[in-house]
């Protein structure tokens, strides 16, 4: 199970950086354009997936108060992808740290944003985060196409275990 989830994790950082690529060529009209989706922009689909990242990884690290950090942060969108990229890498070091599958499968007691007190195995919490990555990734890709975009690159993870 802990190869598997590396394996994942790995993929994760790594499809988040080849569409981060492209998009830190959008100008700020591009990344706020107003596009119907889940989210109403591609800044806005960033940072949700981000802040969904970041708190799943303070969870993870049993943060007694974790911060959702797409609502405070006022920063660049480079940084913030900049930001986006140390996350995705935390999930690698977190998941290289668990010493076997037992501890991925310890159960932990969490609060969602409405704090709502949840109890989850740890490699379920981690399936989930890439599982959610991986389906706003795909809402980007439509997001830059609804914009023009014809050069993207290829996220599927075949592509990520073949390289």
């Given at each position: 199970m802990k190869e598997l989830l590396l394996?994942?994790?790995r993929y994760n950082l790594w499809a988040n950086k080849r569409l981060i690529d492209v998009m830190l060529k959008?100008?700020?009209e591009e990344l706020d354009k107003e596009i119907v989706s889940s989210f109403s922009s591609i800044r806005s689909t960033v940072y949700h997936t981000w802040g969904a990242e970041f708190i799943w990884l303070q969870r993870l690290e049993l943060t007694e108060q974790p911060v959702w950090i797409a609502k405070t942060f006022k920063g660049t969108f480079d940084e913030a992808c900049g930001e986006w990229?140390?996350?995705?890498q935390a999930f690698i070091d977190f998941i290289e740290r668990q010493y076997d599958d037992k501890a991925l499968e310890h159960v932990f007691q969490y609060y969602n944003t409405e704090k709502k007190s949840f109890k989850s195995p740890v490699h379920e919490v981690l399936q989930h985060v890439f599982n959610h990555s991986t389906y706003h990734r795909g809402q980007l890709v439509?997001?830059?196409r609804q914009l023009g975009a014809d050069k993207l690159p290829q996220l599927?993870?075949?592509a990520f275990v073949r390289r």
């Open positions: 394996q994942m994790a959008l100008d700020e990229q140390r996350v995705s439509t997001l830059l599927d993870l075949i």
